[in-house]
């Protein structure tokens, strides 16, 4: 369409056709916004719902397996351990309140500790009782 086209064209359609493109223009703006807002809502709810629920029902998670490894920088493993299963062991709560008060002096260690319970904690059997044998 030429240029006289448009200027021949009457105000009232001329009016129409500037509503359709300003109406086209933000449908497109708000869909692609929403369009956007609901793949972060998809990605990000998983993990803010597990966040949430984590600290809410305070419900640690156990350890299935613990690897010890000594070395020296730039050089391979000169020990390396493992524990599995039966080996991993929950702390009784009088564990946790000895714990406690081995520490009662130290402010800084209590209120580390303060954020624990006695789940939270697990010991290792038989880690670090076998000899390593040194790897060039």
Known sequence: MKLTNYLSLSPRRLN????????????????????????????WFPLAFMSIVQTVAGIANAPKEVKVSLSLEGFSDIFTDYSVGKNLRKWEEQEFKDLNQGFIQNLGAQQMLSRYDHGDLFSVKGLLTSRGKVTN
């Open 16 to 43: 129409e056709c500037i509503y359709f493109c300003f109406n086209f223009i933000l449908l497109t703006l708000i869909s692609g916004g929403l369009l956007i807002v609901l793949l972060i809502i998809i990605m």
